[in-house]
């Protein structure tokens, strides 16, 4: 089956505490990319990945990193989470960046940082 | 960004068709237009895209206007688990590839 997958799907953590939440597609697609979702403020991209060894920023990156070893594993790391990072965060892929592709989305972190 | 425009919200009778209107009048000749939908505490799914003609899939049916200022997606028989927040999303004339997903509108659908 076609899928995005994140771990884990709930984290709670401690301000300052290093954490990586996985993303992992199957559809050996090039294009990956995470965002984030606040009320109010809708899905904004944090980084996004072209290819392998491939990454930029989106428009929120500030406080998260990523790297893209692998086609398949594009993990968002933060380095020392703040609670303004508190956030439901989703990865996506699809085939390319262009338009007329669909993307598929992963079921989503919520992480709470106090 | 192409910026796209849609009502807050939307309510329909079960088994019966729904019509979720979008405008996106700043639309570019490279844009697609896109459709997502988001269940409660689920990612965003694909629902159905088009360039310029009509589509249908087996999800839904998107009907873009002539000048592609607009667009329509069709649900024929809403069913309780079409409720969701619909999102009309332009793609293609960015290099980023990002999804500008705007406020969206939350469909409900009453039994």
């Known amino acids: 089956e076609a899928q995005v997958t994140q771990n884990p799907r709930y984290l709670i953590t401690v301000t300052g505490k290093k954490l990586t939440v996985t993303c992992s597609q199957n559809?050996?697609?090039?294009?990956m990319s995470w965002y984030r979702q606040d009320p109010g403020l809708g899905l904004r991209q944090i980084y996004y990945?072209?290819?392998?060894?491939?990454?930029d920023k989106g428009d929120v990156p500030e406080g998260y990193k990523v790297s893209r070893k692998e086609k398949r594993n594009f993990p968002l790391i933060l380095e020392s989470p703040s609670p303004n990072q508190t956030s439901l965060y989703f990865c996506?892929?699809?085939?390319?960046?262009?338009?007329?592709?669909?993307?598929?989305f992963g079921q989503g972190t919520r992480l709470t940082v106090v | 960004d192409a910026k796209t425009t849609q009502p807050n919200s939307m309510e329909s009778n079960e088994e019966e068709p729904v019509h979720l209107p979008c405008n996106h009048s700043?639309?570019?000749?490279?844009?697609?237009i896109h459709w997502y939908r988001q269940l409660p505490s689920q990612g965003p799914e694909y629902v159905i895209h088009?360039?310029?003609s009509n589509v249908n899939n087996r999800m839904a049916s998107l009907a873009i206007a002539e000048d592609r200022k607009s667009s329509t997606l069709i649900l024929h028989r809403a069913t309780l688990r079409d409720a969701a927040v619909y999102y009309c999303?332009?793609?293609?004339?960015?290099?980023?590839?990002?999804?500008?997903f705007g406020q969206g509108t939350t469909l409900q659908v009453k039994p």
């Open positions: 996506a892929s699809s085939l390319w960046a262009g338009g007329g592709v669909e993307a598929f």
């Open positions: 559809m050996n697609h090039e294009y």
């Open positions: 990945s072209m290819n392998v060894e491939v990454t």
């Open positions: 700043t639309i570019s000749g490279t844009d697609y």
């Open positions: 088009g360039l310029t």
């Open positions: 999303i332009l793609s293609g004339s960015s290099n980023t590839g990002k999804l500008i």
